[in-house]
């Protein structure tokens, strides 16, 4: 059974640009959340992504935007970074109904 | 309006030692689930433990155990006879039933000294 898989690692952008962060759920997932972490700081959710739609957001502008795959798998995008963007970005996959989430090691972003 | 506090910033103690990591919950759903993960260095949160509202009894999972007491909203866990390993940033959180998403505490650093 694999895990949850994120990329890439660390990236570094600069202020006004696009990024895109991809997320390969656990098998046998079919739910994919996102959260972002500030530095010091508790996971925040972004958006979750079921059956290729969004299910539920937190408090995060539509810049941030996300896909998810026939396969599972997903992508967050975010559109004009700002300096407070920089974060560890984490991805979970879930099984629809049930409360396990699981983790990636998350990609870390830095805006500068 | 759902909340967790873990109000212990930061905590030292020698290895061996037991360590309890205070949380404190607030939500008006009578269902709810609490978790506990654990952050080591390379980032990925490392599930620990998941209970349901209904279920109050305490937990013992090797050197772990966890509290939980609906009366005061506390959901502690305590680490018996602690290893450098145990070091990480060890978080609590909630999901309220029907919500998709966990909402975290701030974290408490524990730092195991050998």
């Known amino acids: 059974e694999t895990g949850v898989t994120q990329s890439p690692t660390h990236l570094i952008k600069t202020r006004g640009q696009q990024v895109t962060l991809r997320c390969s759920s656990q098998?046998?997932?079919?739910?994919v959340s996102w959260y972002q972490q500030a530095l010091g700081q508790g996971p925040q959710f972004i958006f979750q992504?079921?059956?290729?739609?969004?299910?539920g957001r937190g408090n995060f502008p539509p810049r941030f935007s996300g896909l998810q795959f026939p396969n599972y798998s997903s992508e967050l995008n975010v559109n004009a970074l700002e300096l407070d963007d920089s974060a560890l970005y984490l991805c979970?996959?879930?099984?629809?109904?049930?409360?396990?989430?699981?983790f990636g090691s998350g990609t870390r972003l830095t805006v500068v | 309006a759902q909340k967790v506090t873990q109000a212990q910033t930061e905590i030292s103690v020698v290895e061996k030692e037991d360590v309890t990591l205070d949380c404190v919950y607030e939500?008006?759903?009578?269902?709810?689930?609490l978790f506990w993960y654990k952050q080591p260095p390379s980032g990925e949160l490392v599930f620990l433990i998941r209970?349901?509202?209904?279920?109050?009894q305490n937990e013992i999972s090797g050197r772990y155990s966890w509290n939980f007491q609906k009366s005061t909203s506390s959901f502690n866990f305590t680490i018996t006879a602690s290893q450098v390993v145990d070091s990480a940033v060890y978080f609590c959180?909630?999901?309220?039933?029907?919500?998709?998403?966990?909402?975290f505490g701030t974290g408490t650093r524990l730092t195991v000294i050998p």
């Open positions: 979970a996959s879930s099984l629809r109904g049930r409360y396990g989430y699981t």
């Open positions: 098998s046998g997932h079919n739910t």
């Open positions: 992504y079921y059956r290729e739609e969004e299910n």
């Open positions: 939500t008006r759903d009578t269902t709810y689930y």
């Open positions: 209970r349901n509202s209904f279920d109050e």
């Open positions: 959180a909630l999901s309220e039933a029907g919500a998709n998403n966990l909402f």
